[in-house]
């Protein structure tokens, strides 16, 4: 086996293992009221799907949103990290990792009495334990480079997250792929779509398409690539009576364009037959669940946070 074999093999072994999925055992549980109004077998099935869930967040943690960022919680102690990572979906529930075996499953009948209007009543509640073989979703970056700037010449040494009211502002970005790139700032409880430009044509409404290896600086109209498309420039501003100002900036480079069966509040569509642009603005929160689903449900994208100042 030559050198260069070698070492080839060495990069697969080290690549394979750094994307290695976490495999992990873990018990979960949840209980509900038997009730005549839905079949004991409905109610098995949702309980199903929720001690999933209870063991999925107990092995991997608990998908929190808070205003613009997304959490990972441990269940046991209650620390949270921020995270930017994908999560698959259960139920309208994000999780970051999925079942892949049950290996032990019951259901328990718990009976018990409450006063109701000064009676005595018997209920019974339903309890199911699950045991399952879990994976955790890891998400294997793309490398691009990406940062912001106020210098339209000097652009590819000229980086910056601190910015003086009234200085431009653009987003330089290079990627070993092709690919489809869209830009959000949140401010204020809000975010809103920067980049695909306003008033594109349907050929870049999911996305602002880029080729590998070339120096992109978003928001210059001197250096637009694109045909026929008109470039948004963009300038530090501060709300009024304000002397400071943060916004975060998300940046999502996705292999494939953005799924259009997405409504503004996140979500799903149910015909096919409407087509609907990326969300212009929605709030913060609404905004993280938003992009939670579009990660979900493609298998390239990854998110860029930048954070930036404003002052006078």
């Known amino acids: 086996m030559n050198r260069l074999v070698k070492i080839l093999l060495i990069l697969l072994i080290v690549t394979s293992r750094a994307f290695a999925q976490n495999i992990a055992i873990s018990e979960g549980e949840a209980q509900r009221e038997l009730t005549r109004s839905e079949s004991r077998e409905a109610i098995e099935k ?29 269940v046991s102690d209650g620390k949270k990290t921020e995270t930017k990572s994908v999560f698959s979906s259960i139920a309208n529930t994000f999780v970051k990792g999925e079942p892949l075996e049950i290996l032990d499953k019951k259901y328990t009948d718990i009976k018990h009495t409450v006063k109701i209007d000064g009676k005595k009543v018997e209920l019974v509640d339903i309890k199911c334990t699950i045991k399952i073989k879990a994976r955790e979703l890891l998400e294997p970056p793309i490398e691009f480079k990406l940062h912001t700037t106020p210098c339209e010449d000097d652009f590819l040494r000229c980086e910056a997250s601190k910015f003086k009211e009234g200085d431009n502002f653009y987003v330089y970005f290079k990627t070993p792929e092709s690919g489809f790139l869209n830009v959000y700032a949140d401010q204020d409880g809000t975010s809103f779509k920067l980049l695909p430009y306003e008033g594109v044509d349907a050929t870049y409404e999911n996305g602002m398409p880029v080729k590998p290896n070339i120096d992109y600086l978003f928001f210059s109209k001197r250096n637009n690539v694109f045909e026929n498309v008109k470039c948004t420039q963009l300038k530090s501003y501060l709300a009024q009576g304000k002397t400071f100002e943060s916004i975060r900036l998300f940046v999502i480079f996705s292999k494939y364009p953005l799924p259009q069966m997405l409504t503004e509040n996140g979500a799903k569509v149910v015909s096919n037959e409407q087509a609907y642009r990326l969300p212009a603005s929605m709030k913060s929160e609404d905004f993280q669940r938003w992009m939670q689903r579009v990660k979900a449900s493609n298998a390239k994208c990854n998110v860029e946070i930048k954070d930036i100042t404003i002052e006078k």
């Open 46 to 74: 949702d309980l199903e799907t929720q001690a999933t869930i209870n063991a999925l967040e107990k092995a991997f943690g608990r998908v929190v949103i808070q205003g613009n960022s997304t959490y990972i919680e441990n």
